[in-house]
Structure formats: structure tokens, C-alpha cells
């Protein structure tokens, strides 16, 4: 069985540029390239369609990398939300701040479009003060977004 396999990529990843044609291994092709439309298999049909919307591709790919600069461009160094939320006397939380409270957060107050699906907290928020979000903006760029929690009931 084969190791390894060739793909054309259509859209930045680690394993390269979009609209380049590289050889990663089988696993990380079938597991993840693939499933995420990230990769195509390398075939005849592939390469030579490939061939015809080469540039087409590389465009796609270049907005799509202006559009991730801009974006953290206007999140920018220091950026930082804020979000109320009830909590108790000692400073604990009713409740957590969700991954979608965040990107709700974000997307008011820093005017930059974001999905849970694109925010990283490394432990979950469940009490008042600051904390630290990591957020993805596509073609491998990310930016760090403190997370300000006050008390609503102040």
C-alpha cells in the first residue's frame, strides 16, 4: 500500500500553497486534506482541470489570504472584548462563556465577521476577569483577543 500520495491544494494548509501540487502522506490526505476540501487527489481529471482554473485558483487563494491580513489587521495587537454575564459574589460565574458568546463578541464590538468554530480558549471562562482567546482567521494566520468578563449586575 501506497504512503504517500500526490494532491493539489486549494487552499492554504501547512502542507503548502493553494494551487500547488505536492506529495503528503495518505493519512493526512484521506483524514484531513480530503474531508475538508482542502486537497484534490492528483488524478488525470484533476491535473488537467486543474490546469484550466490554475489561475482562477490562485486568486481565490489570494483574496482569501488579504482577507485573513485584514482581518487581523482590524483586530489588530491588543484587542479586547468585553462581555457581562451574571455572577455570584465571589466572582463565579452562572454559567460559562461559550465559544459563541465570544464570537458574538467579537463580531460587535471589533467588526470582524467570526464563527465559534474559530475561536480556542484554553480553559473554559467561568469567572470574572480577563482571559485569553485565541482566534483563527483562515490561511494560517491567528490573533490573540482578550476577553474582558464583567459582572452584569453592576
Given at each position: ?45 484533476n491535473i488537467k482541470r486543474y490546469e484550466e482554473k ?101
Amino acid at each position: 500500500m501506497a504512503t504517500s500520495i500526490n494532491v493539489i491544494l486549494t487552499e492554504d494548509s501547512t502542507a503548502g500553497k493553494a494551487g500547488e501540487l505536492v506529495k503528503v502522506r495518505m493519512g493526512y490526505a484521506r483524514n484531513f486534506l480530503l474531508p475538508k476540501k482542502i486537497a484534490l487527489v492528483a488524478d488525470e481529471y484533476n491535473i488537467k482541470r486543474y490546469e484550466e482554473k490554475k489561475a482562477e485558483i490562485e486568486k481565490e487563494a489570494t483574496d482569501k489570504r488579504e482577507a485573513s491580513e485584514a482581518a487581523k489587521d482590524r483586530i489588530g495587537e491588543d484587542a479586547s472584548v468585553t462581555i457581562s454575564s451574571k455572577a455570584g459574589e465571589s466572582g463565579k460565574l452562572f454559567g460559562a462563556i461559550t465559544k459563541e458568546r465570544i464570537a458574538e463578541a467579537i463580531t460587535k464590538q471589533l467588526k470582524v465577521t467570526m464563527t465559534k468554530e474559530n475561536i480556542t480558549i484554553p480553559n473554559p471562562i467561568k469567572a470574572l476577569g480577563q482571559h485569553i482567546a485565541r482566534v483563527n482567521l483562515g490561511s494560517n494566520l491567528s490573533a490573540e483577543v482578550i476577553i474582558k468578563v464583567e459582572n452584569e449586575n453592576n
